[in-house]
């Protein structure tokens, strides 16, 4: 290794490279109308990539998230048929909450043109009810399974944080970290023994309880399961379909 005797640099980013240079031959012209792309410094996390990401067990864990988020039943079918009846799935749903954000919004429409009622607390509440269903489907309409895999390439592979990722998909930060929270769980193997009723409670759930979530699973939306939502979504919102 052969030494130098120290000496400064001619200015601060001398060691920089340069795209207009006499050594890249391309002017300023040119190089306004150049693409530029831009390395992100990867950042230290606090939890390790999952194993799951990098494997072949990529796929099976996102169609059990997609299968679980709009309440298919568990299904050993051929993978080409549980994506097609995600996306059957998927497109209903679409609809129904497409009438849904346009009934909110006409509500928000009509409140606003009475400003002298004190309607601030059903604002707010129809407010998130539209931030909600519009980050709902922004995921359903691009393709659920596309934007899924491009949250988990561009987090764990690209290195990119929540709020990048968010801004190139148009997304929420909250809706990537939930997604990739719950893919974590759907990748997680289920719990034997006891059936937990909620993160804060160790007691199993009741036979209602369980009836309920059946009656779910098998795409019955007017069981008790679901009334105490409905019921709570109408009292934020005023809504009394």
């Given at each position: ?14 060691h ?5 240079s006499?050594?890249?031959r391309?002017?300023y ?7 530029v ?11 390790e990539?999952?194993a799951w990401v990098a494997g ?6 996102i169609?059990?998230?997609l299968?679980?988020?709009l309440?298919?039943p ?10 097609d009846?995600i996306?059957?799935?998927a ?10 954000l ?11 043109k009475?400003?002298?009622?004190d ?7 129809i407010?998130?009810?539209?931030v909600?269903?519009?980050?709902d ?9 596309a934007?899924i ?6 987090f ?20 990537v ?6 893919l974590?769980?759907?990748a997680?193997?289920p ?7 909620n993160?804060?409670?160790?007691r ?13 699973l098998?795409g019955n939306?007017?069981g ?11 009292e ?6």
């Amino acid at each position: 290794m052969s030494w130098h005797p120290p000496h400064f640099d001619s200015h601060q980013f001398a060691h920089r490279p340069h795209a207009v240079s006499a050594e890249s031959r391309i002017s300023y012209e040119d190089f306004r109308t150049m693409h530029v792309d831009t390395a992100v410094v990867r950042r230290e996390r606090r939890l390790e990539t999952p194993a799951w990401v990098a494997g072949n067990a990529l796929r099976e864990v996102i169609v059990r998230y997609l299968e679980r988020r709009l309440y298919l039943p568990p299904s050993t079918a051929p993978m080409q048929e549980r994506l097609d009846a995600i996306q059957r799935r998927a497109e209903s749903v679409a609809a129904e909450k497409q009438a849904r954000l346009e009934s909110y919004m006409r509500q928000y429409a009509a409140l606003v043109k009475e400003p002298e009622a004190d309607n601030a607390t059903r604002l707010r509440g129809i407010e998130r009810q539209i931030v909600t269903l519009d980050g709902d489907l922004a995921l359903l309409q691009r393709g659920l399974a596309a934007t899924i895999c491009a949250i988990v390439y561009l987090f764990h592979r690209a290195a990119w944080d929540g709020s990048q990722i968010a801004e190139h998909l148009g997304l929420k930060q909250q809706h990537v970290r939930q997604v990739l929270f719950r893919l974590n769980r759907a990748a997680s193997p289920p719990a034997k023994g006891l059936c937990k009723g909620n993160k804060f409670s160790a007691r199993p759930r009741s036979p209602e309880v369980r009836a309920a979530i059946s009656a779910r699973l098998k795409g019955n939306t007017n069981g008790r399961g679901n009334r105490g939502k409905r019921h709570f979504a109408q009292e934020v919102t005023g809504d009394s379909r």
